[in-house]
Structures are given as C-alpha cells and as structure tokens.
C-alpha cells in the first residue's frame, strides 16, 4: 500500500476530485496548506488564479525579501501498489497547467490500515464499505 500526497492549486480540487472518484477512487481527504516552492512564493493568490499576471507583480515580489506562503489543497490518498501510477498520472493530468507552482506528488509506503469500526485491517478495506 501507499500513500499519495498531492499539493494542488486550490481550484483544481474539483475537476481532480471529480476525475479520481470516476477512475474508482472516491476515498480522500483533503486539507487546507500553506507553502511555498522554488518560487519562494512569488506572485502570491495572484499567481494562483492567473500565472500570468506574474509578470505585472514580479518586482514587488522579488524586491521584498520575506518569505510568501501561497494557499494550496493537499490531497491523501490510500491505495494499493498496483493502483498508485494511475492515480499519479490523473492527477498530473488534472492538474498540469506547465507553469510554476502546479504542485507536487509524493508517494509514501503505508505499513497497515485498519478499519475503526470493525477492527478489519489491510489493503481489502481500502475499497470496501
């Protein structure tokens, strides 16, 4: 089993949980993060909704020397081996708009997974009511 840790741009969320939920993953969870990449967070919420008009914030960008913190969703999926490089490959392709601060995938071993109400345990549950 693995783990897969996506970080998106915030309004890419539904078309990406829309596309997981059709190839048969409905089960995940989502949360609000903060953070910043190579881009060291320039261009802020403005960058996010158009990379475009970077251009037009760039020198107040790269003039202030504090670190900027641009609001994403990260997405975490469980799921077995064999189903991890078409849930990878949905989300690159839901999700690419080739310009900086698309995200990023990681994809993580999960030792066991246990189901709270049952006590049931292992990569079985992970599809099952």
Known sequence: MKEIIAIIRRHKVPETKDALRDLGFPGL???SVEG???QR???GWIYEIDP???QYAAEKYYADPGMKFIP???LTII???N???KIVDIIIKKNQTEHVGDGKIFVCPIENVYRVRTGAEGSEILHKP
């Open 29 to 31: 969870t989502i949360q």
């Open 36 to 38: 910043r990449g190579r």
């Open 41 to 43: 967070g320039i261009g």
């Open 52 to 54: 475009g008009l970077n």
């Open 72 to 74: 994403k969703r990260m």
């Open 79 to 81: 799921a077995d081996d």
């Open 83 to 85: 189903d991890v490089q």
